[in-house]
T-cell receptor
Framework: GNSVTQMEGPVTLSEEAFLTINCTYTATGYPSLFWYVQYPGEGLQLLLKATKADDKGSNKGFEATYRKETTSFHLEKGSVQVSDSAVYFCALSPPSGNTPLVFGKGTRLSVIA | SAVISQKPSRDICQRGTSLTIQCQVDSQVTMMFWYRQQPGQSLTLIATANQGSEATYESGFVIDKFPISRPNLTFSTLTVSNMSPEDSSIYLC??????????????FGPGTRLTVL
C-alpha cells in the first residue's frame, strides 16, 4: 500500500542553521508529493509540492526534490528563522487520483534565537 | 486555490453531548474529506463525503459516532456524537478540487479545536 515515513522529531535548531527533514515514501506508480506546514494553533497549509520525478518544489526558502530512485522527498532550508517553528508533514497523493492524501506522522521544528 | 472556512474554530464541550462542525468552500467541489488530528499526532482520515450519496467511512470510524451531511457542492457538516474526552482533537475538512476541477492538491480548512471535559 501507500505510506509515508518521515524523520521523528522534535528538531531544535538555532536561527540561521540548515534544516533537513527526511521523508521517504512507498507507492505504486508515481504519486504526487507534498509538504504541508502547521503553525501553532492553525490548520494545515500547503508549503510545496512536486508531481513527477526530478521536480523541485520550492516556497518561502524551502525546497524539496522528488527523487524516484531513492523514493524520497526531503525538505531543506538553508537558513531557518524563528518564524519557521511549526510541524511539517510530508504527504503523497496516490497516482490513481481522487483519493485522499497519505500523511507522514509529522516533524515538529523549533527554532531558537 | 480553494478557500475553506470552518465553524466553530474551537469549542469546549461536556461529555455525552454532541457537536456539529460546519465546513464551507468558496467553490463547488466533488469530494470533501474530514480528518481528525489527535494531540501531537498526524492526520487520520475519518470519511469522504460526496454530494448526494452516503459518506464513506474509514476503518475505525462509524456513522453513528460521526454522522456527516453533504447537502450541496459547497458545504458539509461533521457531527461528533456522544462525546468523550478521547474525542478531544482538531477536526479538519479538506477538498481536492477547485471550481469543479480536480487538483492533485488538497486544501484544508483552519480546523476546529475540540476539547471534551
Amino acid at each position: 500500500g501507500n505510506s509515508v515515513t518521515q524523520m521523528e522529531g522534535p528538531v531544535t535548531l538555532s536561527e540561521e542553521a540548515f534544516l533537513t527533514i527526511n521523508c521517504t515514501y512507498t507507492a505504486t506508480g508515481y504519486p504526487s508529493l507534498f509538504w504541508y506546514v502547521q503553525y501553532p494553533g492553525e490548520g494545515l497549509q500547503l508549503l510545496l509540492k512536486a508531481t513527477k520525478a526530478d521536480d523541485k518544489g520550492s516556497n518561502k526558502g524551502f525546497e524539496a526534490t522528488y527523487r524516484k530512485e531513492t523514493t524520497s522527498f526531503h525538505l531543506e532550508k538553508g537558513s531557518v528563522q524563528v518564524s519557521d517553528s511549526a510541524v511539517y508533514f510530508c504527504a503523497l497523493s496516490p497516482p490513481s487520483g481522487n483519493t485522499p492524501l497519505v500523511f507522514g506522522k509529522g516533524t515538529r521544528l523549533s527554532v531558537i534565537a | 486555490s480553494a478557500v475553506i472556512s470552518q465553524k466553530p474554530s474551537r469549542d469546549i464541550c461536556q461529555r455525552g453531548t454532541s457537536l456539529t462542525i460546519q465546513c464551507q468552500v468558496d467553490s463547488q467541489v466533488t469530494m470533501m474529506f474530514w480528518y481528525r488530528q489527535q494531540p501531537g499526532q498526524s492526520l487520520t482520515l475519518i470519511a469522504t463525503a460526496n454530494q448526494g450519496s452516503e459518506a464513506t467511512y474509514e476503518s475505525g470510524f462509524v456513522i453513528d459516532k460521526f454522522p456527516i451531511s453533504r447537502p450541496n457542492l459547497t458545504f458539509s457538516t461533521l457531527t461528533v456524537s456522544n462525546m468523550s474526552p478521547e474525542d478531544s482533537s482538531i477536526y479538519l475538512c479538506s477538498v481536492d478540487s477547485y471550481k469543479g476541477t480536480y487538483t492533485d492538491t488538497q486544501y484544508f480548512g483552519p480546523g476546529t479545536r475540540l476539547t471534551v471535559l
